[in-house]
């Protein structure tokens, strides 16, 4: 029974809503069970308020067997793929790895799916399925921040915004973690309005819920929180211009500052020059690709900014303490 102490709105629910909403969530071995659980539980907890169960959901997999979540944890599966009941949307769920026992199955899966029409979502590196079925050609999506440039050198047409969560059309993406709170909770709004979705995240202590609009965490530290919004700005910008590095005069002036200003405000905030953090950037950027890709590390160097090859490893090993070639041969 719902809390009558949450104040909650009971309107009629919009139209294809009205018989109820099931959820299907195809997982692969080493699966974020974090991601699932927040998934699942936005709508068990909506279930709750509204006092009836409107959102159903179902697990499913390449063969029916039980998977492995990525914290050794089992998990038992309803479906296979080759038996799945029809759902609303279809979310696929990916570790760390989008190499896995059945990955044939699951991609064919996902193409059929899209083929007839139907929509389709991806949790974290889920997205990164999608794209190799075919399925975001022509869709925005996103992608956790860690996979984003290794996603973006292999799939270089699709737009992948970087944003906490992107709805375009019949597909659903969202960056993992508790962007899956927000990713569920918009979906919610959108059935039942924001005084049901509030209430759902005040029953997780989620203190606002993003948008599509919000970005995910860049830079080093990955969380401006607080901080100035021009350097914010100025951070976003460099981040999205790691292959073609901007000059510090079109850093300053996209803010509307002075050069001598965006200087004193990232030593005042980060304790570091703007021109060390930008470096920071491109070669964290650098790792992720040589993590994620098998590109050469020449084309590596390109892709972030530098024009020299021995000036790309002399500051890879001055950043991280290890050259580039060593960084690849290491097993994660």
């Known amino acids: 029974m719902p809390n009558p102490s949450i104040p909650i709105e009971r309107p009629v629910a919009n139209d294809s809503v009205q018989g109820g909403r099931q959820f299907g969530f195809l997982l692969v071995d080493k699966f974020s069970m974090f991601s699932l659980a927040a998934a699942i539980d936005c709508f068990r907890s909506a279930n709750r308020l509204l006092g009836r169960d409107v959102y159903g959901w179902t697990t499913i997999s390449a063969d029916g067997d039980a998977v492995m979540a990525s914290n050794g944890l089992p998990l038992k599966i309803d479906y296979s793929v080759a038996d799945m009941p029809p759902v609303d949307i279809l979310f696929v769920s990916v570790g760390l790895s989008i190499e896995f026992p059945g990955k044939s199955k699951v991609l064919a899966a996902l193409r059929s799916w899209g083929r007839r029409g139907n929509a389709l979502g991806a949790l974290s590196v889920g997205s990164y399925l999608l794209a190799e079925a075919g399925q975001l050609d022509g869709y925005r999506c996103t992608i956790h921040w860690e996979n984003r440039a290794g996603f973006m050198e292999r799939f270089p047409d699709i737009n992948c915004t970087g944003n906490v969560f992107e709805i375009d059309r019949k597909r659903y993406t969202c960056a993992g973690g508790t962007t899956s709170i927000d990713l569920m909770l918009e979906i919610v709004r959108t059935d039942f309005g924001s005084n049901l979705a509030n209430g759902v995240a005040n029953?997780?202590?989620?203190?606002?819920?993003?948008?599509?609009?919000?970005?995910?965490?860049?830079?080093?530290?990955?969380?401006?929180?607080?901080?100035?919004?021009?350097?914010?700005?100025?951070?976003?910008?460099?981040?999205?211009?790691?292959?073609?590095?901007?000059?510090?005069?079109?850093?300053?002036?996209?803010?509307?500052?002075?050069?001598?200003?965006?200087?004193?405000?990232?030593?005042?905030?980060?304790?570091?020059?703007?021109?060390?953090?930008?470096?920071?950037?491109?070669?964290?950027?650098?790792?992720?690709?040589?993590?994620?890709?098998?590109?050469?590390?020449?084309?590596?160097?390109?892709?972030?900014?530098?024009?020299?090859?021995?000036?790309?490893?002399?500051?890879?090993?001055?950043?991280?303490?290890?050259?580039?070639?060593?960084e690849r041969r290491t097993t994660y």
């Open 203 to 326: 029953q997780f202590q989620h203190e606002r819920i993003r948008s599509a609009g919000d970005r995910q965490r860049v830079g080093p530290e990955r969380d401006l929180t607080g901080k100035s919004e021009k350097l914010r700005r100025i951070v976003e910008l460099m981040a999205d211009h790691l292959d073609e590095p901007l000059s510090a005069v079109q850093l300053a002036k996209s803010a509307g500052l002075s050069v001598r200003q965006v200087e004193r405000l990232f030593l005042r905030h980060l304790s570091v020059t703007p021109g060390r953090y930008y470096m920071r950037l491109r070669l964290e950027r650098a790792r992720e690709l040589l993590r994620q890709t098998n590109m050469p590390i020449l084309d590596v160097a390109i892709a972030t900014g530098f024009t020299s090859h021995s000036y790309f490893a002399q500051s890879y090993r001055l950043q991280f303490g290890r050259p580039p070639s060593e």
